[in-house]
T-cell receptor, first 116, second 113 residues
Framework: AQTVTQSQPEMSVQEAETVTLSCTYD???????LFWYKQPPSRQMILVIR??????QNATENRFSVNFQKAAKSFSLKISDSQLGDTAMYFC?????????????FGKGTKLSVIP | DSGVTQTPKHLITATGQRVTLRCSPR?????VYWYQQSLDQGLQFLIQ???????AKGNILERFSAQQFPDLHSELNLSSLELGDSALYFC????????????FGPGTRLTVL
């Protein structure tokens, strides 16, 4: 079974600074996808960034980038130039593309607070 | 706005009752997924449908059932409700060929009293 571990329950960062959220996962599969989802106080789940395991290049989306270390099974999220609107729960998630169902397995989340 | 709609937004009911949650996927999406978010269990996958057919089951209780209709909207039925069923229920959808990328609806907050 796949597991996703987020070891930082809470983090804070000053506005305009950079913060990195950690995620590790465990799988015996070779083909999979990794994601970071953001859940602001509105509770909406918003896709932040997506990484395909067979791609060595780290995904980036504007101020958001990942550090994907496949051998170490690590998938961290870096937020640059943090903004107040980045305050949210962040969930790391995994899909085993070989399983046929594409169900997301989520970590427990990291609560990020951006301080003015 | 993800394009996925869910109704109702909030639902308050009593133990033992039955409720139906509704989800309309984004235009063109054939897959619908249901997830439950609770304080103790976190975010858990319940069930997936693809073009009307059940594709996968996760940690879904026998008291819960779902279906996807010909117009692709989906309903999640929860019966014999217990206090522990209080949670946020999300629906997500994805396009054929891009089933790895799921877009979530705003969720239905269920409170069982």
């Amino acid at each position: 079974a796949q597991t996703v571990t987020q070891s930082q329950p809470e983090m804070s960062v000053q506005e305009a600074e950079t913060v990195t959220l950690s995620c590790t996962y465990d799988t015996s599969e070779n083909n999979y996808y990794l994601f970071w989802y953001k859940q602001p106080p509105s509770r909406q789940m918003i896709l932040v960034i997506r990484q395909e395991a067979y791609k060595q290049q780290n995904a980036t989306e504007n101020r958001f980038s990942v550090n994907f270390q496949k051998a170490a099974k690590s998938f961290s999220l870096k937020i640059s130039d943090s903004q107040l609107g980045d305050t949210a729960m962040y969930f790391c998630a995994f899909i085993n593309s070989g399983a046929g169902s594409y169900q997301l397995t989520f970590g427990k989340g990291t609560k990020l607070s951006v301080i003015p | 706005d993800s394009g996925v709609t869910q109704t109702p937004k909030h639902l308050i009911t009593a133990t033992g009752q039955r409720v139906t949650l509704r989800c309309s996927p984004r235009s063109g999406d054939l897959s619908v997924y249901w997830y439950q978010q609770s304080l103790d269990q976190g975010l858990q996958f319940l069930i997936q449908y693809y073009n009307g057919e059940e594709r996968a089951k996760g940690n879904i209780l026998e008291r819960f059932s779902a279906q996807q209709f010909p117009d692709l909207h989906s309903e999640l039925n929860l019966s014999s409700l217990e206090l522990g069923d209080s949670a946020l229920y999300f629906c997500a959808s994805s396009k054929p060929g891009r089933t790895d990328t799921q877009y979530f609806g705003p969720g239905t907050r269920l409170t069982v009293l």
